[in-house]
């Protein structure tokens, strides 16, 4: 009597697990609150089109606003001496990689900092000229209200790093033409950066998008 | 009726509960990996596993008494139980679940219940294990231990967004000589302890 129970319960229990395991980690593919993100953006993409910048060339805009269908958003500080670094000259490579789209208006680059007591225009555009001295199609920008409210939505987490600095999650982050995060890249995957917003730039020519 | 000794465990289990779930305490012991993985889960499993304890030592006839024995005619052989425990501890042994916890308050209630229940599941289940399982959860143990511990060793990456690079090489390495010492521990007396004699005619 009490086998049969053992079994019966056992195997509820056992199956019950793999439930909740195939749950959290979205069907044994995500183990990492990271690779949970990227497959968030693909699988559910959020809309940022509402969150709003000061931009270190001046001015004040939503990314709905910012011209360009396809948006490759950064996260940095220009005070950082790896990633950052990193993520700038990846964003001089894409502007080599993508100089038709973003001479013809139709992608932009956008850096956003987190650490916005000490990255003033001054501190971002700086930032820019140590990697492009081409400034068209690449803004900067500061997060206008709560910090917060920017990095929740692209999933983007900060934390001090015991020297002064942040460590975070660098990546590119590719919004679409709807203004909604629909791809996260490596920061190493340049060519793959390229070829989403290749994809996404042929799909709204199809849709008849003229952002 | 609950004997005194049983009351005594339960109350040092439901206080150091709480002194663990102080948002001081969860603050603290939350803020390096290490502590995390290491100091504040394994905590929360004893505090479960001395719940089950006590129950076990529940009088006969007892109502507690009474609820055990239902609950264990689930558990022939401490089967149930043991499975339900490893997923559970698999799971929040998992980067993505420690950075949940860290992140949201709701995953981390459910993670201060839940590692707590599966403490008190290895207790009721343990005793009822055969010799044999007791070995292959032993080793299955260390072996979790040497996995984990050596894949945050081995990774470039940082698998928790809520940690440092640092402070992940440190909990693989802890979990790595975790695992040693476990391993040395379960071993020592069956294979260098005093040798059961035979009993002389």
Redesign the interface.
Known sequence: MSAKRTVAAAALVFAAGLAVAHTATDGFTAYTLESARRLQALRAPAPVGNLALDLADGGRARLAELPGQVLLVDFVYTNCATYCVALGSVYAQLKQRLETEIAAGSVRLVSVTFDPARDGSNELRAYRARHSTDVAGWDLGRPTGELQSWLSPFGVVVIPDELGGYAHNAAVHVVGPDRKLVAIHDLQDVVGVEETTRRLLGQAMRNGDTR | MATRAETRWLLWAGGAWFVLATPQSRAWLESSMALHMLVQLPLLALIGYCVGRAWLRAQTGSASAQVLGRVQ?????G??GL??A??VM??WM????L??AR?DAVADVVKFISVPAAGLAIALSWPKLPVIARAVVHLEVIATLFRFGWGYLATD?????????DDQQHTGELLIWLGLIYAVAVVWRPMFGTIPRTRSA
């Open positions: 005619s689930f558990n022939a052989g089967a149930t499975i339900a490893s997923f698999l799971l998992l980067p993505r679940c950075d949940l992140f990456q940082r698998l928790c967004l809520a940690y440092l690079a």
